[in-house]
């Protein structure tokens, strides 16, 4: 008797199919030597008889059987058992043969692995276009696929079921998607592969359109939502809990929008007030004591309605060809974000900012700021280009530029590389000013050097003058200062002595010290100035024979930490300070060392590059 089948080839196959062959063929005799002849076969498993016993007879001699048994899996306990095949001949003799087999439950999901350009787009990106599809799911040693299907947000896409009642089949699927079915923002995609024994293998991931041409407030919405999962830089809509700290909320830096109804939206929660229109003109208007900043883009301006996004961000939709707008409000001002969707999108977005009279807008930055300044020297609203970036983070060229009088223009360099979209940048308007607190000496401990003795007085960094008409100061007009001029007044005065002539001039030291500040997302710079002397000094000791250069200047202290609203940082600073009387031939040096803590007032931002806080770049 010979056995034969998949039930034999177990150390190959493996303990794991839903049921094995077994073949068997039992002879008695031949021509030669003629026998009896086999008259009935029996199937044990374990002693006990799985097959009804076969008993055609045999009518001549010589007689065989030959047949087929199935092995089902599922009939018997995991395990090892044993199989036996009994063959009777003619005169009643018995032959045995033995087969070991384990049963083993399947609890090996299959293989998946999917190919095509659906599957491989960088963060789950895709155009809304369509794309090539093939899944393949293997169970070489298992039950065997039964099912194989490609949903998106639960729907089938494209499916197969494959009957194996031997297992280890395999089950592929090749399709194209058309992404242009499916709304802007995140979707789920999976592809689902499961045997026969119920095991599954999912490959599930987030499926990101880019939508093309003009698409509603809800669909802009969803898209944005979906650049913050890829990219946490983007915070155009993320809630003010996740980007203000819940101190700074408490003392007023709460920032919200609410609708005021026909298109019409107000800041909230902030010092400031603003309004942003969102039809066609979609005008911002910030409000200040000293004047209403109207802001109107150039062209462009929503056509569909707006909405507001976590009570904090206006979402207004296609603004520009494939483009959208978001305009969320800071503590001092309103940044607005454009989110560009497509390759053909423009590069250019241009704002008019209404100007008083006695007012300019100057470049700032080397490109990346402006500012409107009145009479040139005080300025009255920062605008700042927040950095570009794709989806993926890699960074777009910006750049900010005053292409008129009171026309500015963001420049996203989006058509000069490779680059995942959509594409987010955008200015930020900011009007009011940060407090400064000037500390001196500086503390133990924090200072590069000896301090420099004399100096107790702790100075606190107030509002300067708010231009206007000449003989008119904050006093006169009770107006709210102007962005990020500080004032610093040195209360100490020391005598300068003229040892050779035994001249005493008395009060001549410093009276007054302006610190101008940058302290703005895209960068910040930081320098000091001598201005006036005190006015009881001669006509012969005027300002200009005071000059004074920066030593050194890093961050320093225990608080330091990067630039995020709210948190305080500091820098030490050592400046060279050189006094001269030039009818008198008098000069003196002194080294002049203080710390710096800067207190931002707008939003904690991972847009922000830290690098060092002092650039003397230019005089006050």
């Not at 399947?106 to 093939?134: C, H, N, R, V």
């Amino acid at each position: 008797m010979v056995l034969s089948g998949s039930a034999t080839e177990q150390a190959t196959l493996g303990t794991t199919l839903p049921q094995y062959k077994l073949k068997y063929v039992a002879i008695d005799g031949t021509e030669g030597a003629p026998q009896s002849g086999v008259v009935s076969t029996e199937v044990k498993v374990d002693g006990k008889p799985v097959e009804a016993k076969y008993a055609p007879g045999c009518a001549t001699k010589n007689c065989e059987i030959s047949r087929e048994w199935t092995l089902t899996a599922s009939n018997y306990t995991p395990g090892s058992h044993t199989l036996e095949v009994l063959a009777t001949d003619g005169v009643g003799l018995v032959t045995t043969k033995t087969l070991s087999f384990t049963i083993a439950k399947d609890e090996i999901a299959p293989s998946l692995t999917t190919t095509g350009a659906f599957f491989s787009g960088p963060e789950g990106w895709l155009m809304q276009k369509s794309y090539a599809a093939e899944a393949i799911a293997k169970d070489p040693k298992g039950y065997g696929l039964k099912s194989l299907a490609l949903k998106i947000d639960g729907s089938t896409v494209k499916s197969t079921t494959v009957n194996c009642p031997n297992g280890g089949c395999s089950a592929s699927i090749a399709t194209t998607v058309n992404v242009a079915g499916y709304k802007g923002g995140a979707h789920i995609g999976e592809v689902i592969a499961t045997d026969g024994a119920g095991n599954t293998t999912t490959k599930k991931w987030t499926i990101n359109v880019d939508p093309s041409g003009s698409v509603p407030a809800s669909e802009a919405a969803s898209t944005l939502e979906a650049v913050e999962g890829t990219e946490p830089k983007t915070q155009a809509l993320a809630p003010t809990d996740e980007v203000v700290p819940a101190g700074e909320q408490a003392e007023g830096n709460d920032p919200g929008m609410e609708s005021l109804g026909g298109g019409e939206f107000a800041t909230t929660g902030i010092p400031i007030e603003a309004t942003v229109s969102t039809g066609a003109q979609g005008a911002m208007v910030i409000e200040t004591e000293e004047q209403d900043f109207e802001i109107t883009p150039v062209s462009g301006g929503g056509s569909s309605p707006s909405s507001i996004v976590e009570g904090v961000s206006v979402v207004t939709p296609s603004t520009h060809s494939g483009t959208d707008t978001v305009t969320r409000p800071k503590y001092d001002g309103l940044m607005q974000f454009q989110d560009i969707r497509e390759p053909s999108s423009p590069e250019n977005y241009s704002w008019e900012v209404s100007l008083q009279p006695g007012e300019t807008m100057k470049p700032l930055e080397e490109g990346q700021a402006a500012g409107v300044f009145f009479e040139e020297e005080v300025l009255m609203m920062l605008i700042t280009a927040m950095p570009a970036h794709d989806v993926l983070g890699h960074g777009v060229p910006t750049h900010l530029s005053v292409t008129g009088p009171n026309i500015v223009t963001l420049t996203v360099e989006h058509h000069a590389g490779s680059f995942v979209y959509p594409v987010t940048s955008g200015p930020a308007f900011e009007v009011g000013y940060s407090t400064v607190e000037v500390i001196k000496p500086p503390p133990t401990g924090e200072v590069r050097g000896d301090p420099t003795t004399g100096y107790q007085a702790v100075q606190f960094v107030g509002a300067p003058e708010v231009g206007g008409p000449e003989g008119e100061g904050a006093e006169a007009s009770g107006a709210r200062p102007p962005h990020r001029n500080v004032k610093y007044v040195e209360c100490s005065l020391a005598e300068i002595e003229v040892p050779l002539i035994g001249l005493d001039l008395g009060g001549c030291e410093l009276w007054q010290r302006n610190m101008k500040v940058h302290f703005h997302y895209n960068g910040f710079t930081a320098w000091w100035n001598e201005k006036q002397v005190h006015p009881n000094c001669t006509e012969a000791y005027s300002a200009s024979q005071v000059s004074q250069a920066l030593e050194y200047c890093d961050w320093r202290g225990p608080n330091f930490q990067p630039y995020g609203a709210g948190y305080h940082i500091s820098a030490q600073l050592a400046l060279n300070l050189t006094v001269t009387v030039p009818l008198i031939g008098y000069s003196k040096q002194n080294f002049v060392q203080a710390t710096a803590y800067l207190y931002g007032d707008g939003y904690a931002s991972p847009l922000h590059q830290t690098n060092a806080i002092c650039n003397p770049l230019s005089s006050c």
